[in-house]
């Protein structure tokens, strides 16, 4: 099995490992954090008046273009250094990619978005004293553990080990030591350096945006509760055959420490994966879409990572029954019943056209308010009517006859409408009404948008219409 192939039961990929490089150890004092990063902002600071003069004497085409090379270098050396210091000011920066595309530049937002994929393995030596004290010199004493990790990601990293007892093979996940204690000083440090880099625009409160990091942080970091939405997803799904959860094993598991049982399998985007018939990448693909519309819709309760590291796919030999593998619960979110409610009715009114539903909708989860002018509300309903195009019925009008089979089924890997759905959003969306929206509708997103890069890598032909039927009354 290729490196990038091998599953991993961690929050990250293993790609950014397969060179097996480490790190001796990660900053985690809030003092060394606290003079890389302002060290940054400083070298920004002087960087940013070189352009302001430098951008006086240019025009037009030529401005812009030196603007958006700015903010590019701006943003990756911000990335770079927080790649270096992991823990939660780089998980922070992944997260501020989501936000960001609503008040960030294009540019800056495309390399946070890198930060997932660029995170090199902490020695054994830095992560042991860790382990020992969650679990104890006893009980570690039961496992034979690689110190070679599996996976590494910006809050801890993943090891592969064995029950000697059983001989079963697990994976032990490890915060990094300090991460949970530095959350405050990373934030703060971090909402300090967005603003030295100038990256967001000058008059914009920021504040509410990275107070809601925060709470995202000390949730990832908990894996108490991590633990237990794992073994909720384990029962829910016991007993589907088209999925694997990991069990958890209790004994090897603590506040910063997860243990459960490796589950290997293929990541959607391999040569084996893409290898498989139509009809069987029809049916994982059916998988992953009736997975998420039975969180949301049914349990309320959404795991909102997306990242391919999350799902691996376990090839059956006989042909009979691919296996979707389901990792990492950490960044699970419950969502209210109004909440769910609200945001079918937008889903529901954008099927039907409906603008007064969409905006009823709109209205009650706070996405605009009672002020929003009507010519706004109308492009946001152009944008929710196009965002919906694989759930409507087949052969509809408002969908190019080349997208549907002969069957009436929505051909993802043909779709461009990723790019269709940016370039509207660019265009209706621009104004001052607009609000960054709630995390809920970050986070839910975040899922939707992985849900359809899943179907589209699976190059899937889906009839999706019938999926949503029963949870929105639709004909």
């Known amino acids: 099995m290729a490196e990038q192939d091998k599953p991993d039961n961690s929050e990250a990929n293993s790609e950014a490992i397969a060179d097996g490089s480490t790190m001796d150890r990660i900053k985690t004092g809030a003092f060394e954090r606290n003079v890389a990063l302002t060290r940054m902002g400083v070298g920004a600071g002087a960087k940013i008046a070189g352009h302001t003069v430098r951008n006086f004497f240019r025009r037009g085409e030529s401005k812009e273009e030196a603007n958006r090379n700015f903010y590019r270098a701006q943003a990756k050396e911000l990335a770079d250094e927080l790649g270096r210091l992991k823990g939660s000011v780089m998980k922070a920066g992944q997260m501020l990619s989501l936000y960001g595309q609503y ?166 985007s391999s040569k084996e994966v893409q290898a498989l018939s139509q009809k069987r990448r029809n049916a994982l693909a059916q998988g992953f879409a009736e997975l998420f519309v039975t969180e949301f819709f049914d349990w309320n309760l959404v795991q909102t990572d997306p990242h391919f590291g999350n799902y691996r796919v376990r090839i059956d030999p006989d042909a009979e029954n691919d296996q979707i593998v389901t990792l990492d619960f950490g960044a699970t979110r419950p969502f209210d019943k109004s909440f769910v409610d609200s945001y079918g009715r937008i889903v529901r009114g954008s099927l039907q056209a409906d603008r007064r539903e969409v905006a009823q909708g709109v209205l009650e989860i706070g996405l605009m308010d009672s002020n929003t002018p009507q010519s706004f509300l109308e492009g946001f309903g152009d944008l929710t009517e196009l ?68 179907l589209k890598t699976l190059r899937a032909e889906l009839r999706l219409h019938e999926l949503l039927k029963p949870y929105l009354d639709l004909s």
């Not at 004290?133 to 993943?158: M, N, V, W, Y």
């Not at 967005?194 to 990091?213: C, G, M, Q, Y």
């Not at 779709?415 to 969306?429: N, S, Y």
């Open 103 to 268: 008040f960030l530049p294009e540019e800056a937002v495309e390399v946070l978005a890198t930060l997932q994929d660029n995170t090199p393995a902490v020695s054994w030596s830095f992560v042991e004293p860790q382990l020992i004290d969650a679990l104890g010199e006893t009980t570690i004493a039961k496992l034979d553990i690689h110190r070679k990790p599996i996976a590494a990601a910006s809050l801890g990293q993943a090891h592969l080990a064995t029950i000697k007892a059983t001989g079963e093979q697990v994976v032990v996940k490890i915060q990094y030591p300090g991460v949970a204690n530095a959350i405050d000083t990373d934030i703060r440090t971090l909402s300090r350096l967005i603003s030295a880099t100038r990256l967001a625009p000058k008059a914009l409160d920021l504040t509410d945006v990275f107070n809601e990091l925060r709470d995202m942080l000390v949730r990832e970091c908990d894996y108490v509760q991590e633990r237990e939405f794992t073994e909720i997803f384990y029962d829910r799904l016991v007993d589907d055959k088209r999925f694997i959860v990991p069990k958890v094993y209790p004994e090897f598991c603590a506040q910063r420490v997860l243990t459960t049982r490796y589950e290997p399998g293929y990541s959607v």
């Open 387 to 454: 965002i919906v195009e694989p759930f409507r019925k087949p052969f509809d009008p408002m969908v190019s006859e080349r997208l549907y089979t002969p069957g009436g089924a929505y051909r993802f890997g043909d779709t461009d409408l990723p790019a269709r759905v940016g370039q509207t959003a660019a265009l209706k969306m621009m104004s001052k009404h607009f609000k960054i929206p709630p995390q809920e509708i970050i986070f839910l997103h975040r899922r939707i948008g992985g849900v359809l890069v899943t």
